[in-house]
Every structure is written in structure tokens, then in C-alpha cells.
């Protein structure tokens, strides 16, 4: 059993910034890959930024320049800090993460319960 918590979603104007952080917690053996998904009104789920154990990063084309992902492996956290931000940035973030289990070192796929982000004037 897992568990995502996120913090740090608002209301915020265009240009400015907002930090998204995201904690795992429970039966955790490693977390393999971590990542930013959002989804917009009327739009599908899309990956916005992602990294894996090791460090290597993987960013939508368009928050390249301006979103930066990071985790802490020894505090199972990873966080979205998010630059100059535009009214198209607006929608629910969600946090995932592949983890392996302590019980059975089976893996899966968490989601957390999302976090809004407005960016409007």
C-alpha cells in the first residue's frame, strides 16, 4: 500500500511561479520512475515532466525552459517547480510514481489525488 500526497497548487498570474511537491509513502522497496502528469478541462491526461532513479529527465515540449522536476530518493519526494507560467498551464497536476513494493516486489503505478494550478489574470 502507497500513498502520494500533493501540496503547492494555487492560483497564480501569468509570468509567475508556483513549486508542486510530492510525498510516497508505505510499503515502498524503490521507486523506480516519478513524474508530473495534468489534465485540462477537455483535454486527455498528458505527461508534463518525468524522472527516473537515476536522475535522467524527461520534459513535455511545451514546458521545456520553464518546468524543472526533481526528487529526493532518500525522502521519496519528487517536486515541479514551474516558471513563467501561462493561462494554458492551467489544469489539474497529478503526481505518479512507479514503485516496488516491500510485500510481494511486485510493481505499480500510483496516481495522487491531483492538484489545481490557475494561471489567470
Known amino acids: 500500500q502507497v500513498q502520494l500526497v500533493e501540496s503547492g497548487g494555487g492560483l497564480v498570474q501569468p509570468g509567475g511561479s508556483l513549486r508542486l511537491s510530492c510525498a510516497a509513502s508505505g510499503s515502498i522497496f524503490r521507486i523506480n520512475n516519478m513524474g508530473w502528469y495534468r489534465q485540462a478541462p477537455g483535454k486527455q491526461r498528458e505527461l508534463v515532466a518525468g524522472?527516473?532513479?537515476?536522475?535522467?529527465?524527461n520534459y513535455a515540449d511545451s514546458v521545456k525552459g520553464r518546468f524543472t522536476i526533481s526528487r529526493d530518493n532518500a525522502k521519496n519526494t519528487v517536486d515541479l517547480q514551474m516558471n513563467s507560467l501561462k493561462p494554458e498551464d492551467t489544469a489539474v497536476y497529478y503526481c505518479n510514481a512507479i514503485v516496488v513494493v516491500t510485500t510481494t516486489l511486485s510493481t505499480y503505478r500510483y496516481w495522487g489525488q491531483g492538484t489545481q494550478v490557475t494561471v489567470s489574470s
Open positions: 524522472i527516473s532513479s537515476g536522475g535522467s529527465l
